[in-house]
């Protein structure tokens, strides 16, 4: 979904939520540098502490990074659903990430009114092959 | 696969691997209970630093035990495949985990010469109704 | 979810809903043996048409009895819910299928309100081994 | 992966890998309309056969189309190799089909020297809102 209506959320609120509510990722370091509207791009920094056996960034890390983005993308389509949760996520992890920061970049497949269905891809900053790709689904929390 | 054989790691070998080999394991404290031929049970204690909105425990860190847990497993039929990669990774969120540690079980469905597939069960302690499902491939490193 | 309660649909009715609404399925000759409140096990005929290159049985006619085995179970918990659809299906095939009727155990992991998981296994006639391993979602139609 | 390379396969070539090897695929009139280097685009002819309750097209044809596309895909870049496999798929409903006929448009994601992971979208045809989306993953038989 392509769609140029403006974001409904900024990238200093979604900061604001993930300082006040999401220590994982905080501690991570995981920083939105774009949000549109069923959209986002995500950078988690390189750090020796993600590195697992083989000098490969732990998948752990790879999975935070893309639920974190897909809550990003979310709530550039919806605002501050913060109660909105993962109901299914499916990974494929395909090439082993470089050194180097990873970047995220998520959009929504499908938008309902119940469900939302995203797409991840990651790669390894300054290489355009995909590290690994995610499709998830979020479930949206009832308005109130 | 449930296996009379012995498990090829014992629960001191496996928590060496993760506080030299997986530093996000590691400060989440998973703790493997048990290890039996291509099984294991992990305990991940309760924190207060793994909730996000909602009083859940965050999905990251349930992916993160269920990953570690499969690891688990996987050498508990091979021994220390430390470069043994996850390939793909499917979870179903299912319930709010309470505010208690989650312990996973996992169990081999399939052992083959280069992918593993595994199968892995996440509750609250206390409560036999699972919080999350998931099922995952490990690719096995080929043996030097 | 192991349940004592009675089946909400007997064998003759679900073959009822197969004749009259499934025609794929009952042109592979799919046959519920078994359904229990929540349970399903379904038979599929070996037939020549089924063979796919390398003398295996093709994944879309493995892929259609798992979603009808799902079918039947959540059929067996809540009686003919026809309108029910599948939202997500992931499945890993894990070994070669003999040249025999295929089996599939399915049951429901966690049933909601509105979703229902299901798990299910697949093997060969006369040995117990999965040829393949499932997990998926079904939407639940809201009661009228 | 977008590629320039020509496709390894010819449109002829692969009608014929289907009209002798997949009669299930044969008998659905699944007809490849594009094949490039890794990727394809595949029509399902609408019957009244795929229908199913809700009069929506039943999910294991969408199914059985989204693994002959990736089939076909994998086959644009590699040739006729007919012993390649699915190891794993998954697949996301997303929407009602029309009853009409449902086009499936698939790429490689990446293409390893042992696996192959592919994502391929379904639209009713008319209507370019997916109603499927899946990824999966071909295992490549080793060279001989």
Same mark, same amino acid.
């Given at each position: 979904? $392509?769609?140029?209506?403006?974001?409904?959320?900024?990238?200093?609120?979604?900061?604001?939520? $993930? =300082?006040? +509510?999401?220590?994982?990722? /905080? =501690?991570? +370091?995981?920083?939105?540098?774009?949000?549109?509207?069923?959209?986002?791009? #995500?950078?988690? @920094?390189?750090?020796?502490?993600?590195?697992?056996?083989?000098? $490969?960034?732990?998948? @752990?890390?790879?999975? *935070?990074?893309?639920? /974190?983005?897909?809550?990003?993308?979310?709530?550039?389509?919806?605002?501050?659903?913060?109660?909105?949760?993962? $109901?299914?996520?499916?990974?494929?992890?395909?090439?082993? @990430?470089?050194?180097?920061?990873?970047?995220?970049?998520?959009?929504?497949?499908?938008?309902? =009114?119940?469900?939302?269905?995203?797409? #991840?891809?990651?790669? *390894?900053?300054?290489?355009?092959?995909?590290?690994?790709?995610?499709?998830?689904?979020?479930?949206?929390?009832?308005?109130?």
């Amino acid at each position: 979904m $392509t769609d140029t209506r403006p974001p409904a959320i900024t990238l200093e609120e979604f900061a604001d939520v $993930t =300082r006040t +509510g999401l220590p994982m990722a /905080y =501690r991570l +370091g995981l920083r939105a540098e774009a949000i549109g509207y069923g959209t986002a791009t #995500v950078r988690m @920094p390189f750090d020796e502490t993600l590195v697992r056996p083989g000098g $490969t960034i732990s998948g @752990p890390a790879l999975m *935070s990074l893309t639920d /974190y983005t897909m809550y990003a993308a979310l709530m550039g389509a919806l605002g501050r659903v913060e109660l909105a949760v993962t $109901t299914n996520l499916n990974i494929n992890f395909l090439r082993k @990430p470089a050194a180097r920061d990873v970047l995220a970049e998520c959009r929504i497949i499908k938008l309902g =009114r119940t469900l939302c269905v995203l797409d #991840v891809t990651l790669t *390894s900053e300054g290489d355009d092959r995909p590290v690994a790709h995610a499709t998830g689904t979020y479930a949206i929390p009832p308005k109130t």
